[in-house]
Every structure is written in structure tokens, then in C-alpha cells.
């Protein structure tokens, strides 16, 4: 069985993540039915203890970019999934703002549904240079707010009731991925940013030896920042979530 599909409208990904919303206050576990042309979120309860029964039905091409499954067989075309209602829908809450959303069925030791979330990803600039300029940012504040686009630009600011500094860093490139799933209905101007603690910041720059041969910020907006860094062999992954 194989199933995969991509949600790259906001407002599909926005009223889907609504609809698993309900359905997760409605059941706390339900069977996902997956047919080439519609998704079905089943609940039968046993009527004999005073149980509910619930089905709802969405046409796939009214949320989904692309959709591509295959089921059982020719015959019996169709994926049943067990799943916990309200795992599905914490994992598209951190899928808000996201420029894409991609679902696809995995066997990790056991049938599972993953989502994957595509984010605000650039270069990152000279780490030496970010370091400078964080450490005399530390000096006036202990929160940072990083700031990034598809157009290649990414901002350091500061904020505090006396002050406010922000640094700009322009023309530093988007992953290749990233620039050419960009929707054409979307702003690449559009800032993604997250609020974090200064020291976090500082702790992974200042930990850094040699200049990597690639260095990528990743932004979930809100949510949390990821640091992707290639030394020639070695791969450093490195994650500050948002302060609330």
C-alpha cells in the first residue's frame, strides 16, 4: 500500500487543519479511509454499550495539490487507518503558516501516518559575523527575534522598551528546494520569524570551530528555529523552539 499527498493552498491547508480539529473533539480515536477520490474519517462505537457513530467525507481534490494512492489491490482500492485523532491534528497545528504540507503513509516497525511540514529556509551568513553581532545584542536584551523570507533576506532584531535594533542580511540565497516549490500565489517577501531566547543563540555560534561548508536556517513560524550545518562529512542539527 502507498499513499502521499501535498497541500500547498493556505487556505485548503488552514480549512483542513479546522476539519481535524472537530474531528479530534469529536472522537479521540477514528479510522482513516483512503480512496483515490475522497478521505473518509470513520467512528462506530458499539450501539449496544450507547455508543456514537460518526463519518465525514472529503473530496481530495478539493484540498490536495497532489494525491497518489494505491491500495489493498486493484480490487479493493482503498488504505484504513487507525489513527488518535488528536495526534493528527497537534501535528498540522504546528503546519500554520507553513508554505506546504505533505502526508504520506510509513512503515516504522508499524503502519504510520507522517506529516512533513515544508519551512522558510535560507542561507545562513557568515557564522563569525552572526556571532558579532548577537553578542552585542546580548548586551541590550535577552530575547532575539529571527526573522527570514524567500527573497534571500534574514533579520536579527532586538526590542525592548528603550531600544530597538534590528540587523539585515540580504542576498543570501534559498535552497534550491525551497525556491522552486515556492506557489506562485505566495509573497516571497512574506517574513516567517520566531521569537527565541538570545542565549540559546549564542551557545550554538559560539560552539561552532571551523566555517561550515553549507549553513541553513530553517523557520517554523512561531514555533521553533532549526540550524543545519555541513562539515564536509559531519552534519550538526541544531534546534531552538520559541519562547511562549
Not at 63 to 71: K, R
Not at 91 to 102: D, E, M, P, S, V
Not at 176 to 185: G, I, N, R, V
Amino acid at each position: 500500500m502507498k499513499f502521499r499527498a501535498k497541500i500547498v493552498d493556505g487556505a485548503c491547508l488552514n480549512h483542513f487543519t479546522r476539519i481535524s480539529n472537530m474531528i479530534a473533539k469529536l472522537a479521540k480515536t477514528c479510522t482513516l479511509r483512503i480512496s483515490p477520490d475522497k478521505l473518509n474519517f470513520i467512528l462506530c462505537d458499539k450501539l449496544a454499550n450507547g455508543g456514537v457513530s460518526m463519518w465525514c467525507e472529503l473530496e481530495q481534490e478539493n484540498f490536495f495539490n497532489e494525491f497518489q494512492m494505491e491500495g489493498v489491490s486493484a480490487e479493493n482500492n482503498e488504505i484504513y487507518l487507525e489513527l488518535t485523532s488528536e495526534n493528527l491534528s497537534r501535528a498540522l497545528k504546528t503546519a500554520q503558516n507553513a508554505r506546504a504540507l505533505k502526508i504520506k503513509l510509513t512503515n516504522k516497525h508499524f503502519p504510520c501516518l507522517t506529516v512533513s511540514v515544508e519551512l522558510v529556509s535560507i542561507y545562513l551568513p557568515v557564522l563569525k559575523t552572526m556571532k558579532s553581532v548577537v553578542e552585542k545584542m546580548k548586551n541590550i536584551s535577552n530575547h532575539l527575534v529571527i526573522e527570514a523570507n524567500l527573497d534571500g533576506e534574514l533579520n536579527l532584531k532586538i526590542e525592548t522598551e528603550l531600544v530597538c535594533v534590528t540587523t539585515h542580511f540580504k542576498d543570501l540565497g534559498n535552497p534550491p528546494l525551497a525556491s522552486e516549490s515556492t506557489h506562485e500565489d505566495r509573497n516571497v517577501e512574506h517574513m516567517a520569524e520566531v521569537h527565541i531566547d538570545i542565549r540559546k543563540l549564542l551557545q550554538f555560534l559560539a560552539g561552532q570551530q571551523v566555517n561550515p561548508t553549507k549553513a541553513l536556517c530553517n523557520i517554523v513560524n512561531n514555533k521553533m528555529v532549526h540550524f543545519d550545518l555541513l562539515h564536509e562529512d559531519v552534519s550538526l542539527q541544531y534546534f531552538i523552539p520559541a519562547l511562549s
